[in-house]
Structure formats: C-alpha cells, structure tokens
C-alpha cells in the first residue's frame, strides 16, 4: 500500500519467527484515485476479511486485521521462519535480533517486480501515469521502521518510500 503514513514494527520472537505489526493510512490523493476504481465512494479502502484471509494462507499466524477508518489499515501478526519475508531474504531473525536487508535483487524477488529504477525516473513514472498530485504525494512519504529485539532493545529509523523502491545496492537495517 502506498501511503504518506506508514509504520512497521517487526519484534523478534524467543522461536525465531518475528512479530509484524503495521499501519498505513492513505493519502488524499490516493485515496481519491483508488475511490474512483470503485462504486462504493464512502465504504472503507481495504477489504479487513480479504487481507486477513491471504495472509492466513501465506503462512502468518495469529493475523489481526482492521480498518480504523475509511483510509486506514493495521495488520498485526506473527511470520514464522516459513512465510515469504524470510525466504525473500528481507527479513532475517537471528540470535534473538531481527534485521531487515533490501537490495535491488531482493525487492524483485518480494515484489516479482520490473526492473529498479532511480528515484526521479520513479517519480517520473508515477507522474506521467496518474498525475504529479500522485507523484508529490509519494515522494513525501516515509516509512517508520521499528526493529525490536527479544530483549526489547529498540532500533528506528524513517526511509523515504522511494528510496527504498529505487535502492541501487543493498542496505541493512
């Protein structure tokens, strides 16, 4: 999801799976654009029984999905050593840590995407499809990391979403 607010909490585990919280909210430019894809102008942006239901069937456990209003969504579960974080590479819990790796080749695999591009060719890319409001609005956008150790040592840090979309090399949180 693509929001000017977003905050991810991954919490190591004693068992070596990794506790995800998020929260997202959209931004009014994309929230006007994704209303304009349905018929339901006021009913809330994301399907809460949906989510749940295809994160069950990846693997995660304990899932808890919910809409705190029309824009926004919180996921808090739990992603076993099983689930596609771990196999892609991104997310990797060891010795009671838990650390987040995002490279170029690692984002293809997670996204099955295109392609990385650079930050204005991005940027670009967005404009030229749905608008410069669109294209302004991603790139003031940051994502919070939160990485918390088993024994609740804390590491933050806020990465502007087109970074991390256009990395040209590996970085570790």
């Known amino acids: 999801m693509v929001s000017c607010t977003s905050e991810v909490t991954l ?82 819990a060891e010795e009671n840590n838990v650390f987040l790796k995002v490279s170029p080749a690692i984002l293809k695999n997670f996204y099955k995407a295109a392609d990385v591009m650079s930050e204005e060719e991005y940027l670009d890319t967005i404009g030229s499809f749905y608008g410069e409001d669109a294209s302004a609005e991603i790139g003031s956008c940051e994502i919070k990391l939160k990485l918390v150790s088993t024994d609740g040592k804390k590491k933050e840090v806020s990465v502007p979403l087109t970074k991390l979309l256009t990395l040209t090399e590996t970085v570790g949180y």
């Open 11 to 92: 919490t190591a585990q004693k068992d070596g799976s990794v506790k995800v919280n998020f929260d997202g909210k959209c931004g009014p430019y994309f929230e006007t654009m994704l209303r304009s894809f349905s018929d339901a102008q006021n009913d809330p942006l994301f399907d809460v029984s949906a989510i749940k239901t295809s994160f069950i069937t990846d693997g995660f456990k304990n899932v808890a999905v919910k809409a705190p209003d029309s824009v926004s969504i919180s996921v808090d579960m739990i992603s076993p050593k099983t689930t596609y974080l771990f196999s892609s590479g991104l997310v990797i």
